[in-house]
C-alpha cells in the first residue's frame, strides 16, 4: 500500500513542535506493515540544502504565482517529494513566520500551493507513482484534500490528521478568488469557514476519515470547551473520527545509546542518571544537591499552561525542588521565567530558545518533566519522560491522561503507577501534585519503581502504527465497495 503523507515539517530536516517527530517516526513504522510512505514537504532551504541531486519529477510554469518544481528524495531514510517553490519557501525565518515570529502574509498560497501539488499526485500527476491514501497533517497540508475534493482525486481515500485544533489556518474570503477552487467550495459544507475561509475546516469536510492523536483529545474535541469552533462539524463527522495516541521513535529517544547524554544507561541500572543531573546542574547553573531537580521542555504558551507553571515557582522553590526549564514562546511568559529565575538563583535555571541536545539530558537527568497543559491532543515529552525515566507530572487531559498512569494509592500498591496527573489544570493541584511527587521522592525505593515502571510503558510506535494501518484498509475496502 502507498501513502502519500502531506505534512509542514518532517523530522529531522525541519521541526517546531511534535508533529515533525509524528511524521518523522511514523513511515518508519509502517514500513514493517506493508505500508510504504512518500512525504511531501515543502522546500524550505533546510530541506532543498538538504537534497543531494536534483531531478525535477514534475514542473509548474506557474504555481501560486512563480515557477515551480517536484523533486524526489531520500533523506535520513525517508522517502520525500520535495516542492522547490522558491517564491514561496526560500526566505529565512522559520517555516510559518519571520525571524521575530510573524506569520508570513501569504502563507494561504504557501500552503494552498502545498495542498494543491498533493491532489495533483493523487490525481495521478506523475509517471510512476499514485498513492493509494493521502494523509495530510494539521492545518497546513488540510487544502490538499479539499483540492482532491472537488478535483480528480475525490475517489481516494484520505486522512486528516488533527495534532492540534488551536491552529486551524483561516483566512479573509478575499482570498477564494485566488485558491483556484470552483465557486460551490466558497459553502458551509466546503471551505467557508465563519465568513472566511478555513484551510482546517475544509481538510475536516473533505476527509474521509478524520484522526486525532489520542482517544481523550478525540472526545473532549467534541465539547465547545475544546473543539475552538469546529465542535459543530466534529461532532457530525464523529462517525469518521479516530483517536490514536502519538508513539515516539525508540532509536532517536532511546536512554541506553542517546549521544546527548553525559552517561547513558539503562532501567537496570540507572546509576548514568546522576551525571546526568551534574551535567544539568553544570548547563543551568543550579546548586547541587540530592533534592529533586523538574524540568521542563515546551513552547511556552497559554495551551502549555505555563502561566499556571509561573504562577507557584515561588512556592515549588520553597518545597525544596530545584527548576531546569528549557523553551521559548510568548515574550511575556519568557519574560516571568526568566524573572523567576533571578529570584531564585542556584534553585531555578531558564534556557530560552531551542535546544535539541539539551532537550535529551534534561530527560535524561531531572527526576520529573513538568507538564501542565490546559489541552495537550497527545503530548510526546511525557513519553520521552516515561522512556528516560523522567516521572511526568501532568494535567489530566487529552493524551497526558491516556499516557501516564497516576501514582495513587491502589496503582503505586498494584506496581503500575507511572507518574502524577493533576485536574483541574490550575495552580493549587498543579502544586499539590508536585508536592506528591516531592513525598515520593524522598522515598528512594518507591520513586526508582515509579521510573522503572515508566521505563516498561510501551511508548513505541508497535501498536499505534498498527491502528493507522488498520485505518487505511478499512478505507480501502470502503474505496472498493
Ligand atoms: N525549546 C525546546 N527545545 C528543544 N525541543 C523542544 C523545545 N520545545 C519543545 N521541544 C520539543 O518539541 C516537541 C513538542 O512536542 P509536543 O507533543 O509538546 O507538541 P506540540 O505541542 O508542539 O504539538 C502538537 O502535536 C503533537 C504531535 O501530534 C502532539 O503531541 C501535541 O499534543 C500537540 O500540541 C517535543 O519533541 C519536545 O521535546
Known amino acids: 500500500m502507498q501513502v502519500l503523507s502531506v505534512t509542514p515539517e518532517i523530522f529531522p530536516l525541519i521541526k517546531t513542535g511534535g508533529l515533525a517527530d509524528v511524521t518523522g517516526a511514523l513511515p518508519e513504522a509502517l514500513n514493517g506493515l506493508g505500508v510504504r510512505t512518500r512525504s511531501l514537504v515543502p522546500g524550505y532551504p ?44 526560500d526566505r529565512p525565518g522559520g517555516p510559518y513566520g519571520d525571524a521575530t515570529g510573524a506569520d508570513w502574509q501569504d502563507n494561504w498560497r504557501r500552503f494552498a500551493a502545498l495542498g494543491r501539488v498533493g491532489a495533483d499526485i493523487a ?12 494523509h495530510a497533517h494539521d492545518w497546513q497540508s488540510a487544502m490538499t484534500l479539499a483540492y482532491m475534493r472537488y478535483g480528480e482525486a475525490a475517489n481516494v481515500p484520505s486522512v486528516m490528521t488533527v495534532h492540534n485544533l488551536a491552529f486551524q489556518g483561516q483566512f479573509a474570503s478575499s482570498i477564494f478568488a485566488g485558491l483556484g477552487l470552483p465557486q460551490q467550495a466558497m459553502a458551509l459544507d466546503g471551505i467557508e469557514y465563519y465568513g472566511g475561509v478555513g484551510f482546517l475546516k475544509a481538510g475536516l469536510q473533505a476527509a474521509w476519515a478524520i484522526t486525532t492523536v489520542s482517544p481523550t483529545y478525540a472526545q473532549e474535541i467534541r465539547s465547545p470547551a475544546f473543539g475552538m469552533g469546529l465542535d459543530g462539524l466534529i461532532n457530525l463527522r464523529a462517525g469518521e473520527l479516530h483517536g490514536i495516541v502519538n508513539g515516539i521513535d525508540d532509536d532517536i ?28 546542574e553544570e ?19 497559554w495551551q502549555k499552561g505555563i502561566d499556571i507553571l509561573a504562577s507557584i515557582i515561588d512556592p515549588v522553590v520553597a518545597s525544596g525542588a530545584r527548576l531546569a526549564i528549557l523553551g521559548s514562546g510568548d515574550a511575556g511568559l519568557e519574560g516571568a521565567l526568566l524573572a523567576a529565575a533571578n529570584r531564585h538563583r542556584g534553585r531555578v535555571g531558564v534556557v530560552i530558545g531551542y535546544d535539541e541536545g539539551l532537550s535529551h ?95 516498561k510503558s510501551d511508548v513505541s510506535w508497535d501498536r499505534s502504527a498498527q491502528k493507522y494501518a488498520a485505518l487505511y484498509r478499512m478505507l480501502l475496502s470502503k474505496r472498493d465497495a
Open 46 to 89: 533546510v530541506v532543498m540544502g538538504a537534497l543531494k541531486k536534483k531531478k525535477a519529477l514534475h514542473q509548474y510554469a506557474v504555481l501560486q504565482g512563480g515557477k515551480a518544481a517536484l523533486h524526489a528524495a531520500e533523506i535520513g531514510g525517508l522517502d520525500m517529494l520535495v516542492l522547490d517553490a522558491p517564491h514561496l519557501f
Open 123 to 134: 490525481a495521478g500527476a506523475l509517471k510512476d507513482y499514485k498513492p493509494d491514501i493521502v
Open 253 to 280: 529517544w532511546n536512554p541506553e545509546t542517546d549521544k546527548h547524554l553525559a552517561a547513558t544507561y539503562t532501567a537496570k541500572n540507572l546509576k548514568g542518571r546522576k551525571a546526568n543531573k551534574r551535567a544539568i
Open 283 to 301: 548547563r543551568m547553573t543550579l546548586d547541587r544537591d540530592d533534592g529533586p531537580i523538574y524540568c521542563v521542555v515546551s513552547r511556552l504558551t
Open 361 to 455: 539530558l534534561l530527560q535524561g537527568g531531572a527526576d520529573g518533566i513538568l507538564i501542565p497543559s490546559r489541552f495537550e491532543p497527545c503530548g510526546l515529552t511525557q513519553l520521552y519522560g516515561l522512556r528516560y525515566g523522567c516521572v511526568p507530572i501532568v494535567a489530566r487531559t487529552g493524551g497526558l491522561a491516556d499516557t501516564v498512569i497516576d501514582a495513587n494509592e491502589a496503582a503505586v500498591a498494584a506496581g503500575v503507577a507511572t507518574g502524577f496527573q493533576f485536574t483541574p489544570e490550575d495552580a493549587g493541584a498543579f502544586h499539590h501534585a508536585i508536592l506528591r511527587a516531592n513525598a515520593l521522592y524522598a522515598d528512594p525505593a518507591g520513586w526508582t519503581s515509579l521510573q522503572r515502571q515508566g521505563m
